[in-house]
């Protein structure tokens, strides 16, 4: 039975079977981790030989334990786990998490058929097995065994598989991508992708969605559901090769599909495929932080003309138009140029460009009614003034209120060292993404794009 997962995310009391007072145990983690969360619910501890563990009264069983649980955590061996979900049905648990291996990954498909037979037919949801479990970072609750603590934000993470979950989590805190919930589906007995895209889709904290999946296990249903997203839903699909395809079979049992196919249908869906997920964290932060593009007539400042030319060369590549100034933004700008330069775009600031050239170039483009997003660039180029790049940037986000104003995207672009690397921290910090590579400013401006025309289907559907 499908249903809202909120008591799943947001549970009152939660109970983890196999839990240990021994500190290498995965059971051992994912009790301390409910434990040390900042977020208030009832926690049983199971384990038959203990009576406590981390302080907290241990049950033997969850039958043992008084009311109900909401969610129930499993870290035993395989070959325990139908037996305890046939005692969390009989209990009527919410949600159950296996956490567990052994089942379809390693080619056991009837441990895993048994565990299906166990909740068919009744209302308990199954996330698992062999999954991590999530984290909450809307809500403070770390529902998992693995470390990591996510910056709180407004990106759901779907994973299907755990490690790469935990690297995601790391690569977004660098990245100053802020998190909601982020969520390892492992074999995806019972609870799909296509639920939690339905989830995220009306989840107050989660305004982007991004996805590592290796095979989808009903294709109508997951396309359904991206379809009828309210947001933008990112996918990485793994097993692009032969090699790679036989690779998703033995890591999560999955069988990867014909790799054409999943891009027409994401496509088609309205989902945008990134190759991997640094592109799908260059897209989630740009779609989290700046409005989309409603079109795609985008300008391009740089103070160094090789760059710029990258860039137009990358935008047309995907998708976008590098446009002729219109004659009053011409204005604008040769105003400010020195006078043997004539504004094009894209826009060469010259070498030594500083913060008066780079803001009232940044304001005229943001100002004409023709350019949809703007893209600023810098190179260190050895007299060139990074801070002063950065900081008009930084002012027109600060002061001017640059989203509420224009309604249109802005990203950065930068080549150069270590001098450079602070202040890129500065803009990232301020929710203004930039990228040490034209090709990935201009997939993102893409991103933001595509999501410009999305709402605009959304609005002539309604
Ligand atoms: N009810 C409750 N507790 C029980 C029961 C029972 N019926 N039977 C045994 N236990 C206790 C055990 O006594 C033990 O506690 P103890 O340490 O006090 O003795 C505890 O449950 C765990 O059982 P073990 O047999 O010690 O199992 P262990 O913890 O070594 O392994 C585990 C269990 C972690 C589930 C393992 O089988 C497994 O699947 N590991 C892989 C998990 C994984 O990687 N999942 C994918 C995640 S995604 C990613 O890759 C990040």
């Known amino acids: 039975m499908k249903g809202n997962l909120d008591t799943f995310f947001k549970p009152k009391s939660i109970a983890v079977v196999g839990a ?31 009576k406590e563990i981390l302080g907290l009264r241990c049950y033997t069983k969850v039958a043992e334990v008084p009311g109900s649980i909401d969610v129930v955590l499993i870290s035993v061996p395989a070959k325990l786990v139908p037996q305890i979900l046939s005692e969390c049905v009989k209990k009527q648990v919410k949600y159950v998490i296996i956490i567990s291996s052994g089942f379809s990954e390693i080619g056991d498909h009837s441990l895993e058929n048994e565990l299906r037979q166990i909740i068919n037919n009744t ?3 199954v996330l698992g097995p062999n999954t991590m479990g999530y984290k909450n970072a809307s809500d403070g609750l770390d ?7 996510p910056r709180k934000g407004n990106v759901a993470l779907i994973s299907q598989s755990g490690a790469l979950g935990i690297g995601m989590i790391y690569l977004a805190n660098n990245e100053f991508v802020g998190v909601s919930k982020i969520i390892g589906v492992g074999n995806k007995l019972d609870i799909d992708d296509d639920d939690l895209i339905d989830y995220f889709s009306t989840d107050p904290e989660t305004k982007v969605i991004g996805l590592y999946i290796e095979g989808i296990k009903d294709g109508r249903a997951f396309m359904n559901s991206i379809k009828a997203c309210h947001k933008p839903v990112l996918v990485v699909k793994a ?4 090699a790679g395809a036989r690779a998703t079979a033995s890591h999560t049992g999955s069988m990867a599909g014909s790799d054409k196919i999943y891009s027409a249908a994401i496509k088609q869906a309205g989902g945008i495929r990134c190759r991997d997920v640094v592109e799908l964290f260059d897209m989630a932060q740009a779609l989290a932080g700046q409005p989309p ?4 007539r985008i300008g391009i400042i740089t103070n160094g003309g090789g760059l710029g030319i990258l860039l137009t060369d990358a935008c047309e590549a995907n998708g976008l138009q590098i446009p002729k ?13 020195p006078d043997l330069i004539k504004p094009n775009n894209p826009i060469d600031l010259v070498a030594d460009a500083g913060f008066e050239r780079y803001e009232a ?17 810098s190179v260190h180029g050895g007299y060139a003034r990074p801070r002063e790049f950065t900081g008009a940037i930084l002012k027109m986000v600060r002061q001017r209120k640059l989203h509420e104003t224009y309604k249109k995207p802005l990203l950065a672009t930068w080549v150069g060292g270590r001098e450079f690397e602070d202040l890129v921290w500065d803009l990232k910090a301020a929710g203004v993404p930039i990228y040490p590579s034209s090709w990935r400013t201009a997939r993102s401006m893409h991103a933001l794009y595509l999501e410009g025309e999305r709402l605009k289907r959304e609005e002539n559907e309604d």
């Open 293 to 296: 593009a409603m079109g795609n």
């Open 143 to 149: 529902a998992s065994f693995v470390f990591g603590v």
């Open 123 to 125: 209302h308990i949801r």
């Open 20 to 50: 240990s007072k021994n500190p290498t145990k995965i059971g051992h983690a994912a009790l301390k981790n409910i434990l040390i969360s900042d977020y208030e619910c009832k926690i049983y501890p199971i384990n038959p030989h203990e």
């Open 361 to 377: 170039a940044t304001s005229a483009l943001l100002e004409d009614p023709n350019i949809d997003g703007v893209i600023v660039a």
């Open 325 to 337: 100034l219109s004659a009053k933004t011409f204005k604008k700008i040769d105003k400010i140029l």
């Open 239 to 242: 097993g692009r090769s032969a």
